[in-house]
T-cell receptor
Framework: DGGITQSPKYLFRKEGQNVTLSCEQNLNHDAMYWYRQDPGQGLRLIYYSQIVNDFQKGDIAEGYSVSREKKESFPLTVTSAQKNPTAFYLC???????????????FGQGTRLTVV | QKEVEQDPGPLSVPEGAIVSLNCTYS??????FMWYRQYSRKGPELLMY????GNKEDGRFTAQVDKSSKYISLFIRDSQPSDSATYLC???????????FGSGTKLNVKP
């Protein structure tokens, strides 16, 4: 079954804790992305990675960190420095990849993070 | 000014109506245009994907791109209650891997 798998679906974090959201893809895309979605708002880009071992900050990177050690995996860590982490987090893959093949973005089903 | 503007709605129509959803953008370098449907608490799913200008049809859905006006549209014919969702437009340039999204239009199709 191909696609983007995000886990967990729901995550609860205590104040001051770091938590890591998982994103795995088997679509063989070079580029992967993390977005944050707040109620009634569009998608805001946190980080993106165009290739293994490389990533760039998006529009709202403060308080977040990522790694890209494998093509299939792009985990996002929400650190205690993120002041308002409660949101719906979406991982995506796609864009221009190897041999300049262009595709659309494909999304996972999201992780809902709540601070308790 | 945002790169991509989209009316948030909500848009409420009766079942069977033709729905028109629109986005405007400011960057003339955008060449790839997408429409996504997002149900509540789910990830966006791709509906239509077009390159450059013109029309593309897929079943009840038609996507239009007018690059001269920097305007894209999604038409839904014979709308169904199951079409009730938030619709997001997205776009990007040829050689830069960053997608720009509209804020989404919430559609409600009443039986």
């Amino acid at each position: 079954d191909g696609g983007i798998t995000q886990s967990p679906k729901y995550l609860f974090r205590k104040e001051g804790q770091n938590v890591t959201l998982s994103c795995e893809q088997n679509l063989n895309h070079d580029a992967m992305y993390w977005y944050r979605q707040d109620p009634g708002q569009g998608l805001r880009l946190i980080y993106y990675s165009q290739i293994v071992n490389d990533f760039q900050k998006g529009d709202i990177a403060e308080g977040y960190s990522v790694s890209r050690e494998k093509k299939e995996s792009f985990p996002l860590t929400v650190t205690s420095a993120q002041k308002n982490p409660t949101a719906f987090y979406l991982c995506a893959a796609g864009g221009q990849g190897t041999f300049l093949v262009n595709t659309e973005a494909f999304f996972g089903q999201g992780t809902r993070l709540t601070v308790v | 000014q945002k790169e991509v503007e989209q009316d948030p709605g909500p848009l409420s129509v009766p079942e069977g109506a033709i729905v028109s959803l629109n986005c405007t953008y400011s960057n003339s370098a955008f060449q790839y245009f997408m429409w996504y449907r997002q149900y509540s608490r789910k990830g966006p799913e791709l509906l239509m994907y077009t390159y450059s200008s013109g029309n593309k049809e897929d079943g009840r859905f038609t996507a239009q791109v007018d690059k001269s006006s920097k305007y894209i549209s999604l038409f839904i014919r014979d709308s169904q209650p199951s079409d009730s969702a938030t619709y997001l437009c997205a776009m990007r340039t040829y050689n830069f891997n960053k997608f720009y999204f509209g804020s989404g239009t919430k559609l409600n199709v009443k039986p």
